[in-house]
């Protein structure tokens, strides 16, 4: 599986006129190398000024990348990023995204020939968020941000030109969704009540950090009334616990299971007494349906139930994950009390790993690289 | 493709919409010769009695299939 592959690199002259430019995305286009839209082209001068933000050697391999098992060296993911629009400092999150996707709990290889609708969500943590200008508020899924919305795009440049994903021939997802052609945010640290999601993972707060997760495109729970956490919470539940979730037939398995909600509600409930354990065990407890609503429909039969449900009780109530620290909480979005469940498919675990140096220790600054 | 490689001879059954989909990834993965058995599509929910309709019209590829030498490691 980790056999790497020989590639014969290949070089596209460009010269500075729009024209060209034009003609290169055509020609990207035709061979396959984009996700449709346009796409920079990688010069020489753009990946040498992308490598300053790296210590690795350029053809240094970062990562081995299925289902064709094309190998990911650090010069390979530039020339992605940069087709990708990204800018020269981005490359340090990139990097470590792709080291976290072929992390084997991630199960990329699933991820990448499945008819489920995952995309790869790229949350960033710490510092670096506001030294890339990562939108962690505003319509933070949506439009607008150059970092959320090319970094995300340059992870799938990868997993298209490195990875061998391709609609229809490798990829099988039955609709997929719009997350695929990019998927970014970054939690919203200074506006949560509660210690960021990757200090819960074991970093320190000033430790800069990404984590992958495989997540459906998220969806969304309006609540504005509910006076109590538990009803505000039980919207919630209700919606992460839908029968045509994988969650629910799932739960045996290591999967996990998300929910982002914004500053402005996370301060409320913290107001209530309740931390981030408090909702993921509330969760754990009540998104939930009874075995005999599942029984014969979504996905029933395919995978054991947890251990602890009762088969052959119809009133057991089965939850969508096989314990409550398997339920993510982030907080992140703009005004207002909507929620959003980032529901996956059961079947692949999150990865965080910290933006360092080659020798593993922690940088400060993008700018490090450039010392 | 891990059994095969184990030497346990496989079957693999695809839906003719997965046939190309199946070959393409044994190809990526240096198993051309990994035996797949091709069935009509659709195949969710469908009657059982339907299922095993299918299955009896691939019956000689599945036996090949099952009786054929382990798929060896191709470069």
């Known amino acids: 599986m980790n056999e790497r592959k020989k590639t014969t690199p290949i070089q596209f002259a460009v010269n500075d006129r729009l024209d060209d430019i034009f003609q290169f995305f055509e020609h990207c286009y035709e061979q396959g190398w984009t996700d449709g839209l346009p796409v920079y082209p990688p010069t020489e001068k753009a990946v040498n000024e992308m490598l300053r933000y790296t210590d690795r050697e350029p053809d240094e391999t970062i990562a081995v990348v299925p289902p064709k098992n094309g190998v990911a060296t650090t010069r390979t993911i530039a020339i992605n990023a940069i087709m990708a629009g990204c800018k020269p400092e981005y490359l340090p999150v990139i990097i470590a995204a792709v080291q976290a996707m072929v992390e084997p709990e991630y199960n990329l290889y699933g991820r990448q020939t499945t008819t489920h609708p995952g995309a790869h969500l790229l949350i960033v943590h710490g510092p670096i968020r506001h030294e890339l200008q990562v939108n962690c508020k505003q319509n933070v899924f949506g439009e607008g941000t150059r970092a959320n919305a090319t970094m995300g795009r340059a992870l799938r440049l990868i997993l298209i030109n490195i990875g061998g994903n391709k609609p229809g021939i490798t990829d099988m997802a039955t609709h997929g969704q719009p997350g695929k052609y990019s998927f970014c945010m970054g939690e919203d640290e200074e506006g949560s009540p509660w210690p960021a999601f990757h200090v819960e993972r074991g970093l320190h707060a000033s430790t800069s950090a990404v984590t992958m997760l495989c997540a459906e495109s998220p969806h969304n729970i309006n609540d504005q009334v509910s006076k109590t956490p538990e009803m505000y919470l039980g919207s919630a539940a209700s919606t992460m616990a839908t029968l045509g979730g994988n969650g629910l037939y799932r739960s045996a398995l290591q999967g996990e299971q998300g929910l982002v909600i914004t500053a402005e509600s996370a301060q409320w409930l913290a107001e209530f007494g309740w931390t981030k354990p408090k909702i993921r065990d509330f969760l754990f407890l009540n998104a939930r349906q009874t075995v005999g609503q599942l029984r014969n429909r979504g996905a029933w039969g395919k995978s054991p139930l947890p251990d602890f449900i009762d088969g052959k009780d119809d009133n057991a109530r089965v939850p969508i994950v096989n314990k409550a620290e398997n339920i993510l909480v982030l907080v992140a979005g703009g005004h207002q009390r909507h929620m959003n469940a980032l529901l996956t498919a059961g079947y692949s675990m999150s990865i965080t790993k910290a933006l360092t140096r080659k020798n593993g220790t922690p940088i400060t600054s993008v700018r490090d690289f450039l010392l | ?75």
């Open chain 2, 1 to 75: 493709m891990h059994l095969e490689r184990q030497g346990v001879p496989t079957a693999t059954f695809v839906t003719h919409a997965f046939d190309r989909y199946a070959r393409g990834l044994c190809r990526m993965q240096a198993m051309q010769t990994l035996p797949i058995v091709v069935i009509a599509h659709p195949i969710a929910a469908r009657p059982i009695a339907q299922l095993q309709d299918k299955v009896r019209g691939v019956k000689s590829d599945l036996i090949q299939a099952l009786t054929t030498g382990p798929t060896p490691p191709q470069s």
